[in-house]
């Protein structure tokens, strides 16, 4: 509504009002909280006019045609508002949904091990449509949905933000910015009638009223197959008008190369046949093979080092034993397993009384101009102090080192959280789609 109406509003409650007759001292100071509260939310201005619009319903009997009239208009006009003000706050959700660039940037390419192929896949299909639309013109179409799939853990959250990030990187010599927006089931979530659809509807206009303002946008929908469940037949209406919502408002940006929609699951068997249709690329993500998962241990063990290199203080039999153990365990399992491990370490070398004092920093140690530091007494240490001492001396202890019968006591603990039977479903999945194509 606008400022000047509601100022006009006030103005004649005031003249034909009795009761109003009281908000002529506070009519200015009313009109300025109006005017600094307009800019920043509807729904402020919304609370004012209908406390408004409910003092004048008190005194509805006693009013004049005039009146009625007055009260007729401010409640059509806070109704509308009503509307209004829903979806503006909708919107606003959504907008929050919008990852920060901070949240992108520690993703760094050797962070991500074994998944080459789906990252290249993704690249194409988010970089051919946002960065070449022009390459669209002549009547071909980019992918119109991407959907990762995998066992749980694989690393399809991290691969579609790494993937954003590095198309975003590129494009900022062509003045787009790429936004990338991160939906799960839960944020579209209302216990109100109609609330999923709207806010279904809210997420896709936030995205086209970004692409009108040169900011391609990417929404990463995790889970999509919460909401887009495969039919059944006791599928309620409601479940169903918010399938119908999704696919009418993906249809809406079939010829908009600038939005780019990928749908993450650990269960494709479960999304449903019209969905999957709109979701044309499909990357299937796999628990890591034995290289990737050496890579990965490696990398957990020593910072900076390359897969193929030799981690200090482990034989290579002992890192293929590693390998060889950790055959069910996907990528996050994998991390959860070596930070475990260090974990344990801390403790075991907290636990010990002796300490001795360091001669020689680390590298890492200089680097943060840390000196006084204590490592754990041996044998061959004389001077040895204990934990309390070294505390009350001010050092620091040493970071101790993760070793091979740590891993193996961790790993009785940290099992893998992927089953057979959950991964040959996946498989299964994959096979029959693969065959039909
Ligand atoms: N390819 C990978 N290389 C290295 N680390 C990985 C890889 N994939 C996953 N990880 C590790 O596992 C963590 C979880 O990965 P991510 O959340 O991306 O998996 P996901 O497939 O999205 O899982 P979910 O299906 O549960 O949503 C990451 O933060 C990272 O530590
Ligand atoms: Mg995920």
Not at 319 to 328: G, N, S
Not at 417 to 428: M, N, P, Y
Request: charged share 30%.
């Amino acid at each position: 509504m606008e400022l000047k109406m509601m100022g006009l509003i006030i103005n004649l409650l005031i003249a034909t009002q009795p009761k109003w007759q009281r908000f002529i001292a506070e009519r200015q100071a009313l009109l300025d909280l109006l005017k600094t509260k307009f800019t920043h939310s509807g729904k402020t201005i919304l609370a004012l006019m209908r406390n408004l619009t409910l003092d004048l319903e008190e005194c509805k009997d006693s009013a004049n045609d005039k009146q009625v009239e007055l009260l007729t208009c401010m409640k059509k006009l806070t109704e509308e508002d009503s509307d209004i003000g829903e979806e503006e706050e909708l919107k606003e959700k959504m907008r929050s949904l919008v990852l920060p660039d901070s949240k992108l940037v520690g993703i760094k390419r050797e962070d991500i091990i074994g998944i080459d192929d789906a990252i290249r896949s993704m690249r194409e299909g988010i970089e051919y449509a946002i960065r070449y639309p022009y390459l669209f013109e002549n009547g071909h179409k980019p992918w119109k949905g991407i959907l990762l799939y995998g066992p749980p853990g694989s690393g399809k959250t991290m691969l579609a933000k790494y993937v954003a990030k590095i198309v975003k990187d590129d494009l900022q010599s062509t003045g787009k910015k790429l936004v990338f927006m991160n939906v799960t089931p839960a944020d579209l979530a209302s216990k109100y009638f109609g609330g999923t659809e709207k806010a279904i509807k809210a997420m896709f206009d936030v995205a086209r009223e970004n692409v009108k303002k040169n900011k391609p946008t990417v929404i990463f929908f995790d889970e999509v197959d919460s909401v887009m469940r495969r039919r059944t037949s006791q599928e309620t209406e409601t479940v169903r008008r918010v399938k119908t919502m999704f696919l009418t408002q993906l249809d809406g940006f079939e010829d908009n190369s600038q939005v780019v929609f990928i749908g993450a699951t650990n269960t494709p068997q479960d999304i449903d046949t019209a969905l999957l249709r709109r979701m044309e690329k499909q990357i299937f993500i796999d628990l890591p093979h034995s290289d990737a998962r050496k890579c990965m241990i490696k990398h957990a063990l020593q910072a900076n080092i390359s897969c193929s290199e030799h981690v200090d203080g482990f034989t290579d039999n002992q890192i293929d034993t590693l390998v060889k153990d950790t055959e069910m365990y996907s990528a996050a399992d994998i991390a959860t397993l070596m930070r475990s491990a260090y974990l344990t370490a801390i403790s075991d070398m907290l636990d010990d009384s002796n300490y001795y004092e360091v001669t020689t920093a680390t590298v890492e140690e200089r680097n943060v101009g840390r000196s006084r530091i204590v490592a754990l007494c041996s044998t061959n240490h004389a001077d040895c102090m204990t934990k309390k001492q070294a505390l009350d001396l001010g050092y620091s202890f040493r970071a101790p080192r993760v070793d091979f019968d740590i891993i193996k006591k961790t790993m009785q603990v940290v099992r893998p959280t992927v089953d057979s039977k959950t991964l040959a479903s996946i498989l299964e999945w994959k096979n029959a789609r693969e065959q039909n194509i």
